[in-house]
């Protein structure tokens, strides 16, 4: 016996119930090449990247859905069969769409069209002398269809759609917010399969977006099951570990990028007031902790403070030296500088008072034996460990949702 799951309760894009909105930052770590066909112009690069209306490259998010959707049935057609022993369809299981082989192909579709067609004529002509007293209407037989292919489509079909289904996710383009620098010129040898254009040996260069550009990431999930959601999180996880490539070029390594959440949000109907706030906006990923505000020290001129431990915020060791040739470069005299500072010392010993003094305000920390801007001592900390902190709820509900729903779907054990 199957067991029947809410999970598996047919979703209607006609019906809002939730809404999610995932962003954050998508981050090369090496070049990336997304192509843009060939680029007609004879001066220009073989291969050029795909730019917007401004010639800025960006991320197409037609891309990004095509990596993490072959990902996905990869990841499930290799653990799940359509239908189990007893030839119930699987509550999680993936066709070979990317591939060619749907799971509910044209044919199936044109036969269910065609057996809700028959229902609709059947009763607009004959005589209403049976025991359903009216015929089902063009609403109705448009929900039959939308639920027998439901019934019949993959896990993947039901949130990236089909033929018949509409996506429920959806990745907008992603912008460029932050360029490392100029687009970067490589040569290629060989045959390029996706352009059949240079011949073997042959050189050719392609352009690529260089490491360390960061990317505006957007998903939008309509009427997301937590499970699904958690499939999402696990797969850009898989893109972020490098074990998935995006664009072209990804056999010599590149298309390796990063992925860092700042927002999970999860949208619903207001219940409670719906005519103040239809809509209820709920943040599900704390917010980073804030920087907090550097500290200086309370006695002497604060301005003066401030440029020096600015100065030093940009140096991984601060020393003597540093204040001696900080103070010789913006032609501040040490006498002048123990009046404003008010350091109360001999001029002897004014540089070391000056560490002193932002060491105690807590600006300068020690750190294994050298003295170290605390903004550096911040950063040395590991954003990773920092990021998995604020994501530890938003996986316990989301991925372990996937993580049950796999449970459930494994084939039981026969008990002996
Ligand atoms: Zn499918």
Redesign the pocket.
């Known amino acids: 016996m199957s067991k029947t799951t809410p999970l598996l309760k047919p979703i209607f894009l006609d019906k809002f119930e939730n809404k999610f909105r995932l962003h954050g930052k998508l981050m090369t770590s090496t070049g990336l090449h997304i192509g843009a066909g060939a680029s007609g112009d004879p001066l220009a690069t073989d291969l050029p990247v795909v730019r917007n209306a401004v010639g800025e490259p960006y991320v197409p998010g037609s891309s990004l859905k095509g990596v993490l959707r072959s990902a996905a049935?990869g990841l499930l057609r290799g653990a799940f069969e359509r239908t189990d022993k007893e030839g119930n369809l699987s509550q999680l299981w993936?066709?070979?769409?990317v591939g060619g082989v749907?799971?509910?192909t044209h044919k199936r579709l044109d036969a269910i069209q065609k057996e809700v067609n028959e229902l609709l004529k059947k009763d607009k002509n004959e005589e209403k002398d049976k025991n359903e007293d009216e015929g089902i209407s063009e609403l109705e037989a448009k929900r039959m269809e939308v639920e027998e292919v439901w019934k019949e489509?993959?896990?993947?079909?039901?949130l990236f759609g089909?033929l018949a289904l509409a996506s429920r996710v959806r990745f907008p383009d992603l912008p460029i917010i932050e360029a490392s620098g100029p687009l970067e010129i490589r040569n290629g040898v060989g045959i390029d399969r996706d352009r059949e254009l240079a011949a073997d040996g042959v050189l050719y260069d392609f352009e690529a977006v260089p490491p360390s550009t960061v990317f505006d990431l957007l998903v939008l999930v309509d009427n997301g099951r937590d499970h699904e959601i958690g499939l999402l999180i696990y797969l850009f996880d898989e893109l972020h570990r490098g074990h998935l490539a995006l664009g072209g070029k990804s056999s010599r390594g590149l298309g390796r990028v990063a992925v860092t959440w700042d927002q999970l949000a999860e949208i619903t109907l207001n219940q409670g007031s719906p005519f103040t706030h239809l809509l209820k906006e709920e943040q599900l990923l704390p917010e980073a902790a804030k920087a907090p505000e550097l500290p200086l020290p309370e006695a002497g001129d604060r301005e003066l403070w401030r440029q020096i431990a600015e100065h030093l915020d940009s140096l991984d060791a601060v020393d003597e030296t540093t204040i001696g040739d900080l103070a010789q470069d913006r032609e501040w005299t040490k006498a002048d500088l123990i009046n404003d500072l008010s350091l109360e010392c001999s001029t002897r010993k004014w540089r070391e008072t000056i560490l002193e003094r932002l060491q105690s305000c807590g600006r300068l920390v020690e750190m294994d034996g050298s003295l170290i801007p605390k903004l550096a001592a911040d950063e040395a900390e590991d954003d990773s460990a920092v990021m998995a902190r604020r994501l530890r709820p938003v996986y316990q509900r989301f991925v372990g949702s996937l993580e049950e729903v796999w449970q459930q779907a494994l084939p039981q054990q026969e008990v002996a």
């Open positions: 049935e993936s066709c070979d769409f749907p799971c509910v489509s993959c896990t993947v079909c039901r089909s």
